[in-house]
């Protein structure tokens, strides 16, 4: 791992207009991610992992807006004109989305919308854009790939259309992939595969990617570095390792006992997180979680928790962080061994 | 036939009991068999777990009890009625003890009804006195933990994914069924959200004496609620049995293969086993003989030729398998001496 991050996010806010308020989707985050990186972002439905990604691409919705900034390779992303991130886009920082049949042109070959990128970007040739074409389809496991140029995304299944996908952003090969949510239209032994390709393309080519998902599972044995949000704030972030073994913030900590595993105990009750997220145009003004936290305190209800470092590589937002290591706290615990 | 095979069903005490059922769709280029020729029971009070990966027919089976959907051939057995031959009449009584509640919450709600309008639509059709109506709906919403006061007045739209679940499993109970088939309730959820749903289930289960039929993909989820688990695969049934001795000891090579592809909470692992190769093939041409040859590591020119009958490879534990795996605690029942002969059926 080198030391210079490739990508460097300081205080990033996004805030979305809505009839009902200013939705807080994003509330001063920070973070890096190392060239060659696997950084997992890993939060629930609401907890601004994808607007995240869309504040960084700039690909935020009308009536949004963003602040603080977001350096990649020495640039400034939030500061680029519309031509500047067209540039980078496709380029340099590439993205897949969760719904492989939405993403597709549904109209258009697969070959013109693999090609289309590396045409424009790198100026390639129409032969040569069909040679690196089947290439890329043959990387990222596609069978047949002479024939599957020529189909339409209908044609394909949904685990091939994200393999398409997956070719489609690697074209013009980007120094960062981001992933939001790659496999979860799909089924168990497909998603396998697809997170499988993810983790070896990003290490044969030594790109960095960034894996954002709902399910920890996912995230943990894909990615060096995970960091856990929650209502648009940054509980944990850390190498991956040592949030899964050691999970500090009391939400990744009711996140994982939450999750039912294959080895949880028949019909034992799952440790359960009371209540619901916060209403994310006026979220509490402390800690977010501490509304559904059995361990708050009152401090935890005031004070925004600072991010503070617990490990080598391991930073925390909580006033009460866990103590006690994971394999020690309760049956039902899931572990994942 | 693959897949099929009654040897693993457990006779009269059995609440529903389902053989050789048959469920096609017709579609423009042919006619798809959703579910093709599969049988299994559940006892009282039993829940029952089906998983496989889409297309493998699971929610088209537990569509096909209820009778939402033409039923092609086979019978099924609730109670002591048989579900294929009852008229619609009787059919519209009998969905009173089968309550099913499905994946999407909000979309199987009535947008434009309140919640505690919603929740005794079973029993306003069955014309149950106003006065009554009142009572249960107060008394059921509570039950699943979203008080009257509150939520009575509401509209779908105003609940979150976990509350309008609730609602859809209160509808359920409103009529108070016996058989509670449960379509993916938990996958459109949240983790956090979907715990709670899922020990609301169990408690419920317990309370109102329900058998439970539970169709999911998702194995984790399924290990956790079930005493019984049936993996599917292309509208066949592969394994059948124990939730606990199935997963910790798979027959069929599609149950490891399934097992293998979770993903694990754990940052060095990250599966417990190879991948599966390729993708699941049309339903409209299934592959000849086992319908997951085409996929199976361990597949032979025999899988081809011949459709593997369900047979009990374990005690308590039928798979449908020509090779099945080894077991691990050598539970393994000798091998039935004519090869081929399926004639344990």
């Known amino acids: 791992m080198t030391t210079q991050p490739i990508l460097e996010v300081r205080n990033l806010r996004a805030y979305i207009g809505t009839p009902r308020g200013t939705v807080r989707a994003v509330d001063d985050v920070s973070l890096d991610l190392d060239s060659g990186q696997a950084l997992g972002i890993v939060g629930e439905s609401g907890s601004g992992k994808s607007v995240m990604a869309r504040a960084i691409m700039g690909l935020m919705p009308p009536r949004s807006g963003r602040s603080g900034s977001v350096t990649f390779q020495g640039r400034d992303l939030l500061a680029l004109t519309k031509k500047e991130k067209r540039e980078i886009w496709g380029k340099q920082i590439a993205m897949v989305f969760q719904d492989p049949g939405r993403s597709l042109n549904p109209v258009v070959r697969v070959e013109r919308q693999l090609t289309e990128g590396m045409r424009k970007h790198l100026g390639v040739s129409r032969s040569e854009a069909h040679t690196r074409a089947l290439k890329l389809l043959e990387e990222v496991g596609v069978p047949d790939p002479e024939r599957r140029l020529r189909n339409y995304p209908h044609e394909m299944s949904g685990g091939m259309r994200q393999r398409v996908m997956i070719a489609i952003a690697l074209a013009c090969e980007p120094d960062l992939l981001i992933a939001d949510e790659p496999t979860t239209a799909l089924d168990v032994t497909i998603q396998r595969q697809i997170l499988d390709l993810l983790r070896r393309v990003q290490r044969d080519r030594g790109m960095s990617m960034m894996l954002i998902s709902h399910d920890l599972a996912v995230v943990a044995g894909r990615t060096d570095r995970v960091s856990v949000m929650y209502a648009g704030r940054l509980a944990e972030v850390g190498s991956t390792r040592e949030v899964f073994e050691q999970p500090m913030h009391r939400y990744t900590h009711a996140l994982l006992g939450a999750t039912p595993t294959i080895d949880h105990v028949r019909h034992a009750p799952l440790r359960v997180i009371g209540g619901s997220l916060p209403d994310p145009t006026s979220p509490p003004e402390g800690c977010r979680f501490a509304p559904r936290c059995n361990h708050a305190s009152d401090q935890c209800h005031t004070t925004p928790p600072p991010l503070e470092s617990v490990g080598v590589d391991h930073h925390v937002a909580c006033l009460s962080p866990v103590t006690v290591p994971v394999g020690a706290v309760s049956g039902g615990e899931s572990h994942g061994r | ?345």
């Open chain 2, 1 to 345: 036939m693959a897949g099929s095979g009654a040897t693993h069903l457990r006779g009269d005490e059995a609440l529903l009991s389902v053989q050789d059922l048959v469920v096609e769709y017709p579609t423009d280029n042919g006619t798809v068999q959703a579910v093709s020729k599969i049988s299994f029971d559940i006892l009282p009070g039993e829940t029952l777990g089906i998983v496989g990966e889409s297309g493998c027919g699971k929610s088209t089976t537990g569509r096909a009890v209820l009778r939402l959907d033409r039923i092609t051939s086979g019978r099924i057995r609730f109670g002591d009625e048989w579900i294929e031959e009852a008229s619609e009449k009787r059919m519209r009584s009998l969905r009173r003890d089968m309550q099913m509640i499905f994946q999407d919450p909000v979309a199987s709600l009535n947008p434009r009804r309140s919640v505690a309008d919603i929740v005794v639509e079973g029993l306003t059709v069955a014309k149950t006195p106003a006065k009554e109506r009142a009572t249960t709906s107060v008394s059921v919403l509570e039950q699943v933990g979203l008080p009257g006061e509150r939520f009575a007045g509401m509209l779908p739209r105003q609940l979150s994914g976990g509350q309008a679940q609730r609602v859809a499993i209160a509808r359920a109970l409103a009529l108070n069924p016996r058989l509670l088939i449960c379509d993916e309730p938990v996958s459109a959820l949240d983790v956090s959200v979907q715990a709670q749903i899922l020990n609301l289930i169990e408690e419920l289960k317990a309370e109102f004496d329900l058998t439970v039929v539970f169709i999911a993909h998702d194995l984790g989820v399924v290990r956790t609620v079930s005493d019984k688990v049936m993996v599917m695969y292309l509208g066949k049934v592969c394994e059948f049995g124990d939730s606990i001795e199935m997963y910790d000891d798979p027959a069929h090579p599609y149950t490891r293969a399934l097992l293998d592809s979770v993903p694990l909470t754990d940052p060095e692992k990250g599966f417990a086993g190879p991948p599966l190769a390729g993708d699941v093939p049309s339903p409209l041409a299934p592959p000849t003989g086992c319908r997951f040859r085409t996929r199976c590591p361990m597949a032979q020119d025999r899988c081809a030729e011949e459709e593997p009958e369900m047979r009990e490879v374990r005690p308590g534990q039928y798979a449908a398998c020509h090779f099945p795996l080894p077991s691990v605690t050598g539970r393994d029942l000798p091998e039935p001496a004519a090869v081929g002969a399926g004639a344990d059926a």
